[in-house]
DNA sequence: GTCGCTTGGTGACAAAGTCACTGAAGCGCC
DNA sequence: GGCGCTTCAGTGACTTTGTCACCAAGCGAC
């Protein structure tokens, strides 16, 4: 139960389609779901469980990833405030277990709606179902596209998008990340993404310190991410 | 419109949930569905499309799979009687673009359904809503799946795992396919599936014929495929 | 038979992953 | 400052996988 006014506010401005929801549909949420509080670090799903709870995220993020037996991972996708583990959503509908890891990337604050709400409101909202079916197809697309990213393309490429793509967000040259960690976000093992990372430095295209990546020649990176 | 009451059957056979259904909602599933035949290779879905309608199998299989520039291609899932193909469905409920081929692998009949009615059905029916997020959980597990093997998975085991599961369904030590549709179903090059089937080969594992491939020692192939 | 298509084989190379090991930077502690 | 510990990065040797170019064997049509 969430009683606290204002707590209540920052649930509805976090999932604005709750917003468009009736009255009575926004009073029968508040009233089963609870507020939890989960540190960094947190397993929150295990490759092989059954989902017993759906995370609606507040604040924070959560990082969904595929562990292999030698220890490497790949990142699926991170689950960001007003997003859930749609993944989780469809277990639950299902019956099925949870095909991954989920873990807390950062502290997170989140509401839980138990499994027999979430069918519920299958049933009683058209909102939760376009929301939560909106979930599943961005889910979809963007596992797809890591299965696209690790079969067919070159690893140089996907590090330098991704590598792009985190200067863009930040407005920033300067990446603080560790090889280690690069690796992890694109599947790889650690000496790969040194020996690539190497192989742009002598080009000139970047230059890498310890724990940092200074990307140098944003165009020519740009370029080199399209060359056949 | 499905008047015919032969057909009608045919399509409560094929998929039983609609047995549990009531009586108004598959009159209503009879008068705003179509009946198609599909040939052979007939594409049903380009990567990037706008899916417009819902399939409901009845006879054949597609298959669905992605396509990288480098012309090399992986099997994702197949479509059997009685499925959907339920990424078209969160696509449609979604309006997102589809992210992958899908085509049929042999000739299709089938029953679709026009995104309205998708829409309509998930308010309406209980039932219709379990049997689709059942099939969106089953897909999820089986593209994750794909992903770790191919992430995580050494290819000669996989190639076993392959076909050792057909030799299981076909009851048959023989399996009928070429070097070039094994490759397209683990995501790799016809050169290297017959690198592997030939190193197998020599260890006394199989036999190759042209288009044929014979299991000699099936409880080795395991203990292989199950090694570090 | 010959022609042409499909299927499979091969060698050389490139890209990526693995393993074992080294070295270097940062940090706390005295 | 110096010491020790931990984390992070670099390296070389090797394996696996993918790519390219080209050739050879099987098979059907005529």
Same mark, same amino acid.
């Given at each position: 139960m969430i009683g606290d006014p204002w707590q209540r506010q920052r649930l509805l401005d976090t999932f604005?389609?709750?917003? +468009?929801?009736?009255e009575a549909f926004r009073a029968e949420l508040f009233a089963r779901v609870t507020l939890v509080r989960l540190p960094v670090g947190?397993?929150?799903?295990?490759?092989g469980d059954q989902c017993t709870q759906l995370p609606l995220v507040l604040t924070g993020t959560g990082r969904v990833y595929k562990l292999g037996e030698n220890g490497r991972e790949i990142t699926l996708y991170r689950v960001h405030p007003? +997003?859930?583990?749609v993944v989780t959503t469809s277990c639950i509908l299902s019956g099925r277990a949870f095909p991954a890891f989920a873990v807390c990337e950062s502290a997170v604050e989140a509401v839980v709606v138990r499994p027999a709400e979430v069918r519920r409101w299958m049933a009683t909202s058209e909102r939760w179902r376009e929301y939560v079916f909106g979930l599943i197809a961005g889910r979809l697309q963007e596992v797809f596209g890591v299965l696209d990213a690790v079969l067919f393309q070159r690893l140089d490429q996907r590090l330098i998008v991704y590598l792009l793509g985190l200067s863009e967000t930040g407005s920033e040259r300067e990446i603080h990340m560790t090889h280690q960690a690069l690796a992890v976000e694109l599947g790889s093992s650690r000496e790969v993404i040194s020996r690539v990372l190497k192989g742009l430095e002598s080009q000139g295209l970047l230059r890498t310190t310890r724990g940092v990546i200074e990307l140098l020649d944003i165009p020519a990176l740009e370029l080199r991410a399209r060359e056949v």
């Amino acid at each position: 139960m969430i009683g606290d006014p204002w707590q209540r506010q920052r649930l509805l401005d976090t999932f604005p389609f709750l917003h +468009e929801t009736p009255e009575a549909f926004r009073a029968e949420l508040f009233a089963r779901v609870t507020l939890v509080r989960l540190p960094v670090g947190q397993l929150i799903c295990h490759d092989g469980d059954q989902c017993t709870q759906l995370p609606l995220v507040l604040t924070g993020t959560g990082r969904v990833y595929k562990l292999g037996e030698n220890g490497r991972e790949i990142t699926l996708y991170r689950v960001h405030p007003g +997003e859930s583990c749609v993944v989780t959503t469809s277990c639950i509908l299902s019956g099925r277990a949870f095909p991954a890891f989920a873990v807390c990337e950062s502290a997170v604050e989140a509401v839980v709606v138990r499994p027999a709400e979430v069918r519920r409101w299958m049933a009683t909202s058209e909102r939760w179902r376009e929301y939560v079916f909106g979930l599943i197809a961005g889910r979809l697309q963007e596992v797809f596209g890591v299965l696209d990213a690790v079969l067919f393309q070159r690893l140089d490429q996907r590090l330098i998008v991704y590598l792009l793509g985190l200067s863009e967000t930040g407005s920033e040259r300067e990446i603080h990340m560790t090889h280690q960690a690069l690796a992890v976000e694109l599947g790889s093992s650690r000496e790969v993404i040194s020996r690539v990372l190497k192989g742009l430095e002598s080009q000139g295209l970047l230059r890498t310190t310890r724990g940092v990546i200074e990307l140098l020649d944003i165009p020519a990176l740009e370029l080199r991410a399209r060359e056949v």
